[in-house]
């Protein structure tokens, strides 16, 4: 079911996206598709490239942020080693969270594979948004290729809010073409 509702979010967003594209040097490209309503500021800083998506408005309170790293070794060689680091770097968050545990969850990705966690803040359960300040947030990994990876995290006020689903749905959706040569 949440398979068929990223695929209809996705095609939704398609109606009314504008398409980014990031050089990831002799690595490829990767493609992220956003609404409308989102602005992507990219960094380069050579030994990775930095994504933030951001709302056009202050009416929406949540963000995300892409780190692409080039890693020498593949460290993420299987979904089962990946998800394992996704979980154990979580644990910082859920320590602090309502939910009290890392449970990894798998993207649905066009390619590549990938897992995050979510996490609620219990001090904002039952307050009114507070801008800059999030409920909720999804963090992971994503192994494009042996060596393109992407760190992912997600603010929002809602797990089931329509600007965290865009985002995630932005996020399973980007494309990664392997640069020529691979």
């Not at 509702?5 to 050089?23: I, P």
């Not at 709302?55 to 998800?83: I, M, Q, W, Y």
Request: aromatic share 10%; hydrophobic share 40%.
């Amino acid at each position: 079911m949440k398979k068929i509702f990223v695929l209809f979010l996705l095609s939704v967003v398609g109606l009314f996206a504008q398409a980014e594209t990031v050089k990831l040097g002799g690595r490829g490209t990767l493609t992220v598709y956003i609404g409308d309503n989102w602005s992507m500021e990219t960094a380069d800083y050579g030994d990775r490239r930095i994504i933030k998506i951001r709302p056009k408005g202050t009416h929406v309170n949540a963000h995300s942020e892409l780190t692409v790293t080039f890693p020498e070794t593949d460290r993420f060689d299987t979904k089962a080693r990946l998800k394992m680091r996704v979980e154990i770097d979580a644990m910082k968050f859920a320590e602090q969270s309502v939910e009290g545990k890392a449970r990894g969850k798998e993207f649905s990705l066009v390619g590549g594979y990938g897992y995050y966690c979510s996490f609620t803040d219990p001090d904002l359960i039952g307050k009114p948004p507070q801008e800059g300040n999030f409920k909720t947030i999804s963090v992971g990994i994503i192994r494009l290729a042996a060596d393109v990876v992407v760190e992912v995290s997600i603010n929002a006020d809602g797990f089931t809010s329509a600007p965290y689903n865009e985002l995630l749905g932005a996020i399973e959706g980007m494309e990664f073409k392997a640069g020529a040569g691979r």
